[in-house]
């Protein structure tokens, strides 16, 4: 799928409308969700355009992916997340609901989640 570059966590990265920033570092951008499904609800975004998590897997480099993901791990650890747990979604696809074409990471936490599927 090629990557839409108008869509809107691309506009967020060049910080033409804003976002509640948690994190930023040269591998990915964290800023909480407008519609927060959890006391605590934070997308976490790669700068890279990626569509999806497939996208990203298959084409960013090693030092992208590995950076990528401590990131998440920063955020949850800066989120206080890490003691009493937190849960990682990704949707991908229109069976999924995705609908900001941007590979995104949900980070929920800050209370018991309950089932994943409800
Ligand atoms: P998806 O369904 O694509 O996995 O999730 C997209 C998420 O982006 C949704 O949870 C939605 O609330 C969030 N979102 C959509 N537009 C904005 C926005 O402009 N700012 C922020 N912070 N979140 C957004």
Do not use: C
Not at 12 to 29: H, M, Q
Not at 80 to 96: C, E, Q, Y
């Amino acid at each position: 799928m090629t990557y839409d570059h108008s869509n809107i966590f691309a506009r967020i990265l060049r910080k033409e409308i804003p976002s509640r920033t948690v994190y930023e570092d040269d591998y990915a951008l964290a800023f909480y969700d407008i519609a927060p499904q959890a006391p605590i609800h934070v997308l976490v975004i790669p700068k890279g355009p990626y569509v999806s998590i497939a996208d990203f897997s298959a084409t960013a480099s090693a030092d992208d992916i590995t950076g990528f993901w401590r990131a998440v791990a920063k955020v949850a650890e800066a989120e206080g997340l890490t003691k009493d747990g937190f849960r990682l979604i990704s949707n991908s696809g229109a069976n999924s609901g995705q609908e900001v074409p941007h590979f995104h990471v949900h980070l929920f936490g800050g209370a018991a989640l309950g089932p994943l599927l409800s």
